[in-house]
């Protein structure tokens, strides 16, 4: 989102050269970062078989039996096309690309890194309540993703050489990309990379994926979406009506609806629509009804133009990942869960045992006593904070389950 560069979309460790400055796509080439010491390092420390510490957060879910988000299937092809010294000389033709951090959205879980709405509220919050803001700070990681700067806004994309530099070496050398924001269907820029690649003849040889929240579209988009080998839509819904304008506040779930019927009736059969929940303690209540939901709009779910991601549960802020929930609360949600689970007959085997593996994860305990006070005590102070500041409904009218159960717990902690 910086335009710094990283190994991969799980990580939060930025790429440095020998002198200890991290790489940034306004001073350094993407082939310079693809072999830079770093990189090389890290190769030789996969073939070795050892750990990489920027590898931690999907060690960390395959440890605790959830799905991450590592690929083996070319693990061998690719060390044998690695050099001695880490080198490896056949240069990307896929990439991941973050159009900074402006968004329209001001999601529970999300960070200011990823939406400059979010930063801008803790700020506001914070002209009312200073101390609010102090705690806010200080707990970072638990009720935040990042506070280091609160009123970041990354638009390196909006330099002009920087950005035709960037198009032009996608334009040569790119046939697969995925693009992340911010929220790309509101950046100018974004739209801008179409009609280059149009321009160029480039469409008919490439596959994007577009991750969105749903709240905007392009007419033009009729026209691109086809000429295209391949497109791929991530729907980001957290919830069915209300949750999800609670979750990714403030959007429209009527509007969201129209939207994703504009991409379904553009899908091909090449083409897909994936379901991309962020599961978390806000919504784990519903997944059962989001996927009985969304499998009335993917025309019963056997289709393979419509797909479903698991990937995506909530890790931080710490305070809604659902493994902080009262345990009482948690064994409720995973029988309401199990005796939904005659309903999915139709999914794939991949998505029925990533449905179980919630029910598992559910029914077991991994969290502290002290950890799980903690951070509930946190979820009640930051969430009613900025319910309050919003003036809309509040997480204890949406899930009044939920609030009965923290009450109930945090009273005899």
């Known amino acids: ?60 879910k395959e440890e605790r039996g959830y799905q991450s988000s590592r690929d083996t299937r070319d693990m061998e092809k690719n060390f044998n096309s690695t050099a001695e010294d880490g080198t490896v000389t056949h240069y990307p033709n896929h990439i991941e690309l973050h159009f900074g951090n402006v968004c329209n959205l001001k999601c529970k879980m999300c960070g200011q890194q990823y939406s400059n709405q979010i930063g801008k509220e803790l700020l506001q919050i914070g002209e009312q309540d200073p101390d609010w803001l102090k705690w806010v700070t200080k707990e970072s990681g638990n009720v935040n993703i990042w506070t280091n700067n609160l009123s970041a806004e990354y ?20 046939n697969d990309f995925n693009v992340i924001g911010g929220e790309p269907t509101i950046i100018p820029e974004f ?60 959007s429209n779930f009527e509007k969201i ?54 990937v995506s549960q909530v890790w931080y802020p710490k305070m809604l990942n659902y493994d902080v929930a009262p345990p009482d609360y948690k064994l409720k949600i995973a029988d309401k869960l199990e005796k939904s689970r005659g309903k999915f007959s139709n999914i794939s085997q991949e998505s029925i045992e990533a449905y179980d593996g919630h029910i598992t994860n559910l029914r077991r305990d991994s969290v502290s006593e002290n950890e799980r006070k903690h951070l509930l005590q946190s979820f009640v102070k930051y969430n009613d904070r900025q319910d309050k500041f919003r003036g809309k409904t509040t997480w204890r009218k949406l899930i009044p389950d939920l609030e009965e159960s923290i009450t109930r717990y945090l009273s005899r902690s």
């Open 1 to 60: 989102m910086s335009g710094s560069i990283r190994y991969c979309c799980e990580t939060m460790d930025n790429l440095s050269n020998n002198k200890g400055n991290r790489l940034h796509i306004n001073n350094d080439s993407l082939r310079s970062a693809w072999n830079c010491d770093e990189i090389k390092h890290a190769r030789l420390k996969m073939i070795r078989g050892e750990p990489v510490s920027s590898c931690d957060t999907c060690t960390k």
């Open 155 to 174: 638009r390196w994309f909006q330099n002009s050489k920087i950005k035709n530099k960037l198009f032009d070496y996608m334009a040569k050398h790119i």
């Open 191 to 250: 739209w801008e990379l179409f009609t280059y690649l149009e321009e160029r003849d480039r469409l008919k040889d490439m596959k994007i994926t577009l991750n969105t929240n749903l709240t905007n579209i392009n007419p033009k988009m009729t026209d691109w979406l086809p000429k295209l080998k391949q497109w791929v839509v991530w729907a980001s819904i957290d919830g069915l009506g209300s949750r999800n304008e609670y979750i990714r506040f403030p």
């Open 257 to 310: 609806c129209d939207n994703l019927d504009f991409y379904k009736k553009l899908c091909d059969e090449n083409d897909r629509i994936v379901l991309n929940p962020a599961i978390q303690i806000l919504n784990i209540d519903q997944l059962d009804d989001i996927l009985e939901w969304w499998l009335e709009f993917s025309d019963g779910g056997s289709s393979r133009k419509f797909g479903l991601s698991w």
